[in-house]
């Protein structure tokens, strides 16, 4: 395990912590009978029926779970 010889001063954690930087995930979009919806990519959707009741999750149009 990699140990620091010396302190590490306020600013310089600072300055290094500073770097980092948050960024807004890649959505997908898509529109089904009208509406609208955005989704992560890779990652299942789950299809709902015209009143929003959850139906099953599908994947690559592949049913994989039910909801």
Known sequence: MAV???KMSRSNTRSRRS???AEA???VK???NGRVSY???HQAELKTDAAG???FFEY???KV???
């Open 4 to 6: 620091p010889k010396r």
């Open 19 to 21: 770097q980092w930087k």
């Open 25 to 27: 995930p890649a959505l």
């Open 30 to 32: 898509t529109v089904e």
């Open 39 to 41: 989704r992560m990519p």
């Open 53 to 55: 009741t959850p139906l």
């Open 60 to 62: 690559k149009g592949r």
């Open 65 to 67: 779970a039910d909801a």
